[in-house]
């Protein structure tokens, strides 16, 4: 993965040493909630599944909604201020929560 950029920021997801995976935080989709995550990385706590298609990771981070989406592609990562989670998709999702 490339080194970070003004507007992508690269991140891992580790699962309790198990497997690391790559991530990218792009700023330009929602520059303060990616400001706010960056700054409190790194983030620990367990995986709690939302569907059979996203699972979450509460966070204390508290930010409004910026930019929303209802239509996601596996892969993706979104803030759902609802609880101050980090959602992770693995499946496409559409006409989902506002996130």
Known sequence: ??????SIINVFLEISGKARISCQLKR????????LIARSLPIRDNVHRMSKSVVYIKTNIDSGMERKKTDFKSGDIAYFPV???ICFFLDDV???QAM
């Open 28 to 35: 330009h989709l929602s520059p303060r909630t990616v400001g």
């Open 1 to 6: 993965m490339p080194t970070d950029s003004v």
């Open 83 to 85: 609880g101050g989670s």
């Open 94 to 96: 559409s006409d989902g």
